[in-house]
């Protein structure tokens, strides 16, 4: 199938249909982006039942690129959908999208997803590798996001030369179901926490790529502490400057 100069598929497969069950069989699949050619190396194998959506065998790669999904959906149910990428090239993203630059590195990328689209539960981790291509201020980025009983939890996790220097954790009250509603009726009204903590990292990396920030120098240590709720937050920093410039 040629869709454009930047991308194009080419797919072949079987369709089954028994009473209300229909099975995709795809023995070849391909998906050019660009300058990105994406394959299945294996069929891909999905089957669609009485509204119901299994995937048995979705696994796409390029080159040393890697997207795999598997799981289904049922109704509102989320049965065990499992996504897992792994050394994802962000800078190809980057352009291909045309987002900001700070987006650049190489991301992998496991979460989990159960329970159903009202009461959804979530675990996910990833992490982003600095790129090679071009200036970064952080030479790793490791990530955690879960989410379970109306409870978010984050952490962030910034590396230096393989020296943490910077994190980010947070303990939030949200209701994410897929039912629609304002925002402020997803903030709930029950306790949070945020910290930041600062383990001298180096500050003259940082307009490296984030371009809109003046030329730093020097570093920080400590914390900054937020507790409360969304209606009322009470700070407690403690911070030290050294060699500011």
Known sequence: IQQSDRYDSTLSGRLKRQDKRQTLHMDTFQ????????????????????????INAFKLTHEKEMLMLTGGIAGS????????????????????????????????LAARLTGNLNTPRLNSELTVLASKRKPSPFARLHTTLNYAGQKFQGEVRAYQHEKE????????PLQLSATAMPLAERLLPAPLAIQFAFKKPDLAALPHSLTSLPDLA????????????????????????????
Do not use: K
Request: glycine residues 6%; negative net charge.
């Open 31 to 54: 998906l050019r982006l660009d300058d990105h050619l994406w394959r299945a190396p294996e069929p891909l194998d999905l089957a669609l039942d009485n509204g119901a959506v299994q």
């Open 218 to 245: 020097g570093t920080i240590h400590g914390t900054i502490d937020l507790q409360g709720t969304y209606a009322h937050l009470d700070v407690d920093a403690d911070l030290a400057l050294e060699r500011l410039g």
């Open 165 to 172: 220097v910077m994190s980010l954790s947070a303990q939030l």
């Open 77 to 108: 149910n989320l049965n065990d959908l499992h996504l897992r990428a792994s050394q994802i090239d962000l800078d190809f993203i980057r352009r291909l999208l045309t987002l900001p630059d700070w987006i650049s590195g190489e991301a992998t």
